[in-house]
Structure formats: structure tokens, C-alpha cells
């Protein structure tokens, strides 16, 4: 990734869709971070999903009664999370951020269409390839989710090779 684009990054509190695209490497229907409305370099993001009807994962979960599976929303703590953290990096086009461990879980209101996740993520502990987050997801004013994830920053080339020797053609993260 040009310099350039990483200084530009440097200085923004805020990312549209596109600036997401350009630092996560998930795409639809596995991107699960909308905007970014805050960014305070190394220490907390504050992201949104617009949760819709549309979400493929409501089909069947749950048919006539659609809730947002409580693993995506802990997923999109830990995107919101590596949108902070990938943002430092200088080549994240050759790094995966993958998760090493999901702590103290827990899932207070279901999560419906029509509502809007506010995912704030604050960094606990911060080294250069891993880092260890404190993420709560709201509609509105209420708690619906809240987890502690870890991640691992991880050359993307070996994640792949790993990933090929054993069988598996994708990625984790």
C-alpha cells in the first residue's frame, strides 16, 4: 500500500465504506461494519452496521422470527477493531488479522431489521501484532452485546500456505 494512502488514514476520525474496504479485507456478505463515526489512533473506534432485511443470515436464523446471530455481532467488534488496528500497519495488503480467543461473551437484546449497531471498541492492550479489545454493541441506548476479543496480526502469504496444507482454501479472518 502506497504511503500516501497510509498518512491520509493517519489523520481521520471518521471512514466511509470505501476507506473500510481499503483496510479490511472482507467484502459482502462478511463485511459487517457500515461507516466509522470515530477513531482515535491505537485506543477506540466507534463503528455502525445498518442491520436490513436483507441480511443473508436472516433466512434461517430465525425464519419468521430474524435475529442477528450473536457471533456476527462479535465479529463485527472484532472488524471494528482490526479497521483501528490495520490502520497503524503499512503493508496490511500482506497481513490477516485473525482471532485468537472471544472473552466474557455475552448478549443482552436481540438484535433485529431496522436496527443500527454503534460498535465501540477500546483498545486494553496494544502490541505492534497482536492486540486485546474491550467491544460493546447498542441500538439506541441499550447494550444488546458485549465482548473481550484478541487478535493476531499474521503474514497474509503464510496464513495461505498454512490454509493449503491443510486442505482448507480459505482464510479464517
Not at 8 to 28: F, V
Not at 56 to 73: Q, Y
Amino acid at each position: 500500500m502506497p504511503s500516501t494512502e497510509l498518512n491520509m488514514l493517519e489523520n481521520k476520525t471518521s471512514l466511509d465504506i470505501g476507506e473500510i474496504q481499503s483496510i479490511l479485507p472482507h467484502r459482502y456478505p462478511f463485511l459487517l461494519i457500515d461507516r466509522v463515526v470515530d477513531l482515535t489512533r491505537k485506543q477506540r473506534i466507534v463503528a455502525l452496521k445498518n442491520v436490513t432485511a436483507n441480511e443473508p443470515f436472516f433466512v434461517g436464523h430465525f425464519p419468521g422470527f430474524p435475529i442477528m446471530p450473536g457471533v456476527l455481532i462479535v465479529e463485527a467488534i472484532a472488524q471494528a477493531g482490526g479497521a483501528l488496528l490495520l490502520t497503524e500497519v503499512p503493508d496490511r495488503d500482506h497481513k490477516l488479522m485473525v482471532f485468537t480467543g472471544i472473552e466474557r461473551a455475552k448478549f443482552r437484546r436481540p438484535v433485529v431489521p431496522g436496527d443500527q449497531l454503534r460498535i465501540e471498541v477500546e483498545v486494553t492492550a496494544w502490541r505492534m501484532t497482536a492486540v486485546r479489545m474491550q467491544g460493546k454493541a447498542y441500538v439506541g441506548d441499550k447494550l444488546a452485546a458485549e465482548a473481550i476479543v484478541t487478535c493476531q496480526l499474521v503474514d497474509r502469504e503464510r496464513a495461505e500456505r498454512t490454509s493449503e496444507l491443510s486442505g482448507n482454501n480459505s482464510s479464517q479472518e
